[in-house]
């Protein structure tokens, strides 16, 4: 597999799957306001999908769709970040798993649409820039707005802090993929882009009141096919239809 399949599968698959795990909370968000909010995060984050993996499936030259690989890989061919296979928990958990990734996720598609080599790596990531600039300005607002709130929403978002944060690093570790594509100007070196995340996740923390977990470890694997368990729940869910009815057409 080519480097630049593996980069578009990585992209698409942390879309598609933390698009369905947003999509969980339809129907069951606090107020009607965040259940709109979060379905149109989804909405994106899926649309996003299907550009990545529309990329993937051209470049592979195998015929395979974006849907194809959507719903007829099994949990070891994905390679997503751990953290967008985490459980919704409660709303904060949920807010904060989103921040943490809205904050390396806009950063990237800006970097892509900027500097990328690839044409259509630029395009793609050139239509996504903007949705994901609003996800973070609206998980932005609302972590300041719990982290500075009342007792009970500090704490519940300070927990969830201390509950995502060891899964963050995996964003920023770079593999022969990474260097490839790298050197070639098509993506930037992950390592390159920790400085921003911390300060921007640093900025946005403290206007929250919250303290940064003193905790380095690291879970990883994600993007090399190495999941947990969560991810197999996901896709038994997601999967089930197409995988039971194949040749079913709306």
């Not at 600039?133 to 982290?147: N, P, Q």
């Not at 905790?215 to 090399?224: A, L, S, T």
Request: charged letters at 25%; proline letters at 4%.
């Amino acid at each position: 597999m080519s480097a630049l399949v593996e980069f578009a599968l990585r992209m698409g698959d942390n879309t598609l799957v933390l698009g369905h795990r947003v999509s969980e909370w339809c129907g069951h968000a606090p107020v009607l306001e965040e259940d709109i909010a979060l379905a149109n995060t989804a909405l994106d984050l899926i649309g996003q999908t299907q550009m990545w993996l529309g990329l993937a499936g051209d470049l592979e030259g195998k015929g395979r769709t974006a849907d194809d690989l959507a719903y007829k890989r099994d949990v070891w061919d994905f390679r997503n970040l751990l953290l967008v296979e985490r459980p919704n928990g409660d709303f904060g958990q949920t807010l904060m798993r989103q921040f943490l990734f809205d904050a390396w996720h806009h950063p990237m598609l800006t970097w892509l649409s900027e500097n990328s080599k690839h044409e259509r790596v630029a395009d793609i990531a050139r239509k996504a820039e903007r949705e994901a600039a609003y996800h973070l300005e609206r998980s932005t607002d609302l972590i300041i707005r719990l982290g500075d709130g009342t007792d009970e929403s500090h704490r519940r978002m300070q927990d969830a802090l201390a509950y995502h944060w060891t899964y963050t690093g995996e964003m920023f570790e770079a593999d022969a993929v990474d260097r490839e594509l790298a050197d070639a100007g098509v993506a930037p070196d992950p390592a390159a882009m920790k400085p921003g995340w911390d300060a921007l996740v640093g900025d946005v923390l403290a206007e929250a009141t919250l303290e940064v977990p003193d905790n380095h470890f690291v879970h990883k694997g994600g993007r090399k096919g190495q999941h947990t368990e969560h991810l197999g729940h996901i896709l038994a869910a997601m999967q089930f239809l197409p995988r039971a009815y194949p040749d079913a057409r709306w």
